[in-house]
């Protein structure tokens, strides 16, 4: 997620070095203790009854400075497959594919207004919760909230139908590379095993979310001094739409190509045991027959990925920067400890309860890392033993993360995207509270309600 930020600034890279600083000091505070381990079918376990005293090893102030390197380092393949996902997306922005694609949306003729609020957020549900995209939906916000002023309803609706919908979506996206992904990386689970489920989350949160927007607009449609922005003006944001982006047979068959893309990932990854390798390889492929498609030529389309790759770099740095923690946990010997704290005082709760308090634990932890790469690559390590330990599956523990994580992208303003798509709405928190709090809420009894289910089934494969 970008990390810009307005007000109180939760900048990630301090709060990881802030981290590893307090791991470090805890080498020297916590008793020591390991679990022994077995490895069988390539999955390693915590035995449960192992826990048994070993020797201090406290951290040394140049392992703190050598944990980054090695953060670095361990993380390099998902570090860079982001940076490469970064350029091709750019790629499809610069080449109009994007912009065509969201316009021709736009100009749907013949539709109510409120059928075409609703093409679009249900378009951006696809982008955020299919495509894990967020933040790179920005140049598309304005239009869209200009389009809804134009509707006659407010510049509210029109970031909920744009930026809203992306963030939402993308907290339950089945497939996201950057939670589902790195979670199932560190918990050795078959990349995005578990998707229907995870489907099932996504339709709902989506169909709830597009209920609470309709509801909103037909209500200041109705009466527009019930607008939460009546007090604003906002006749400057209403821009025209740029009409030299249309969807042309060659933007139309980068869709196709882009679906597909997408597509042969998704069943690499669930039949083939690909990884992080084979799936930047395929979109590195659909991003050059873009390329190729719109005519780009060899040096633009190397500078397409180049900047995309620039853009995505601050992000997949906190991947590497989140990894520095768990590397430093390593050198001081205090995660199977923390494990086993947590562990004992969480034995007596039911494996549902557990699951809510790991939900509820990511909700708040999202508050300091709001990247969702960086989050679970620091945390996971201590919650995939925990589940090991009190009986629950790691898919669980991993959908626990992504709730916890993703939900409260729409509520924390330490989370730089959500400030920007309030900006640009002129929306302020205050009054974007006020819109979401009732259906936050709503959110979190659905996802409490998906945790008992997953529970309930040994949601797996383990």
């Not at 590195?284 to 995309?308: E, F, Q, S, Y």
């Not at 709760?349 to 790991?358: E, I, R």
Request: charged share 10%.
């Amino acid at each position: 997620m970008s990390n810009k930020k307005q007000g109180i600034n939760f900048n990630p890279f301090i709060v990881m070095a802030c981290m590893v600083i307090a791991c470090a000091a805890a080498s020297y505070v916590i008793a020591p203790g390991a679990y022994d381990r077995e490895t069988i079918d390539g999955v390693t376990r915590v035995l449960a009854d192992s826990y048994h005293p070993v020797d201090r090893t406290p951290v040394t102030l140049f392992q703190i400075f050598k944990s980054l390197p090695e953060g670095l380092t361990a993380t390099a393949n998902m570090m860079f497959v982001v940076m490469l996902i970064g350029g091709v997306v750019q790629i499809y922005s610069d080449t109009g594919v994007m912009a065509a694609a969201i316009n021709s949306v736009l100009n749907v003729k013949k539709v109510s207004s409120e059928a075409i609020i609703s093409l679009i957020m249900i378009a951006f549900f696809v982008i955020g919760g299919i495509l894990g995209w967020s933040e790179q939906i920005i140049p598309f916000v304005p239009i869209v909230i200009s389009l809804t002023l134009a509707l006659g309803y407010d510049s509210l609706v029109g970031m909920a139908i744009s930026g809203f919908a992306c963030l939402i979506s993308f907290a339950v996206g089945p497939f996201n590379v950057y939670t589902v992904g790195t979670s199932h990386t560190i918990a050795e689970l078959p990349m995005f095993s578990g998707w229907q489920l995870r489907i099932c989350a996504l339709l709902v949160i989506c169909a709830l979310s597009l209920f609470w927007v309709l509801r909103y607009a037909r209500k200041i449609k109705k009466d527009p001094s019930k607008s939460l922005m009546a007090d604003v003006d906002t006749s400057d944001l209403r821009i025209p739409t740029d009409i030299s982006d249309v969807l042309n047979t060659p933007k139309t068959l980068s869709l196709v190509v882009l679906a597909i893309s997408f597509a042969v990932v998704i069943y690499g990854l669930l039949n083939l045991g690909w990884s992080y390798t084979e799936m930047g390889a395929v979109f590195m492929m659909g991003g050059i027959v873009v390329a190729l498609l719109n005519r780009v030529a060899p040096t633009a389309c190397v500078n397409m990925i180049l900047k995309g790759m620039r853009g995505a770099m601050e992000g997949a740095l906190i991947i590497g920067a989140a990894r520095a923690v768990q590397v430093t946990m390593s050198y001081g010997g205090i995660i199977d400890p923390i494990v086993h704290g947590l562990s004992t005082m969480m034995q007596s709760s039911s494996q549902y309860l557990t699951s809510c308090v790991m939900f509820i634990m990511n909700f708040f932890i999202n508050m300091l890392i709001p990247s969702g790469s960086g989050q679970a690559t620091a945390v996971m390590p201590i919650m995939v033993p925990l589940a090991d330990m009190l009986g629950i599956t790691r898919q669980t523990a991993v959908l626990a993360f992504q709730f916890g994580d993703g939900i409260s992208n729409t509520f924390w303003f330490s989370n730089g995207t959500l400030l920007i798509y309030c900006a640009l709405a002129k929306l302020s928190l205050k009054k974007w509270y006020k819109f979401i709090l009732p259906l936050h809420g709503i959110f979190v009894l659905v996802e409490f309600v998906f945790l008992y289910i997953a529970v309930a089934t040994g949601y797996g494969p383990f």
